[in-house]
């Protein structure tokens, strides 16, 4: 399985008893994720067996206490449970001084490596790269600085198709060329390589959208997304609130999908005045069919 992603929190604001705030863990072809860190995230990772010792990368949006405050309880458990391999944390500028400092006034020295990668970028910018996943930011609009998050698969090279080495007898040396995009001679014709190699599988995306009033521009820089989670915390009722606070509404997180061409859109961050999704999931799928509200625990594999 190279993708599943289990949502730990999906309401805004304050943590109740129906919705943890926002977080989420991703495991993305064994890479394994946390995407915002809201208070009382340790407790929903338990909830939804998320072994968070084998947590290697966490990722938080911006400083909105809904969206990080757990991440020093978090750490803490880490720590007193013995943690000894390293994390690295992505967030904007601020994050690292504020966790240092707690643990500067707390007199904790830690007894695992903790990395830090100030996010600061204009547009779409490359954040971090393996061999199999590249990740990268770009800023939404909201009322400080907020960044959503696309997890890619890298590009794949094209597969030899093992017809044509039968065909063409291609020897060793030459799979080796085709596979790395030559063409191939045969009694002085060329073949080219589109014909000796398939495309490479699908490659799977997923885009983070939370917290944001409806930016169109976002919808570029996730275009064909498989899954897209973009925030609705308000109906078209509250639009004007929407506006003052810079959030968005079910249907506008529906417009962006739709902008964007994804495949499946989730929507959350709900206002804790929701007490059913009724009215949400009605006024995005009118826009965009296939559309989800998220539940904390629901589990999404691709
Ligand atoms: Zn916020």
Known sequence: MPFKLVIIGS????????????????????????????????????????????LQYIFISHLHGDHFLGIFGL??????????QKLIIFGPDGLEKMIRFQFELTKVTLDFELEFQTIHCKTKTLIFEDRVLEIFAFPLKHRIECYGFLFKEKP??????KDQIEKYAISLAEIWAVKNGSDLERDGKIIPNDQLTLPP???????????????????????????????ATFSEKQLDRAKATHHSTAAQAAA??????????????FSARFTSTAELKAEASAVFENTTCVEDGDEFVL
């Open 156 to 161: 794949k090279e094209r597969n030899i198709d």
């Open 75 to 84: 750490l803490a458990s880490m720590n007193l449970l013995g943690r000894t």
């Open 201 to 231: 599988a699908h490659l799977l995306s997923y885009a983070f959208c939370t917290d944001t009033r409806y930016y169109e521009k976002a919808a570029g820089w996730i275009k064909g997304a498989d899954l897209l989670y973009h925030e």
């Open 11 to 54: 309401g805004a604001a304050v943590p109740t008893l129906q919705r943890g705030v926002t977080s989420q863990y991703l495991n993305f072809n064994e890479r394994r994720i946390l995407i915002d860190c809201g208070e009382g995230t340790q407790l929903q990772l338990r909830k939804y067996g998320v072994r968070f010792q084998r």
């Open 256 to 269: 962006l999908a739709k902008k964007a061409e994804v495949r499946h859109l989730l929507i959350g961050h």
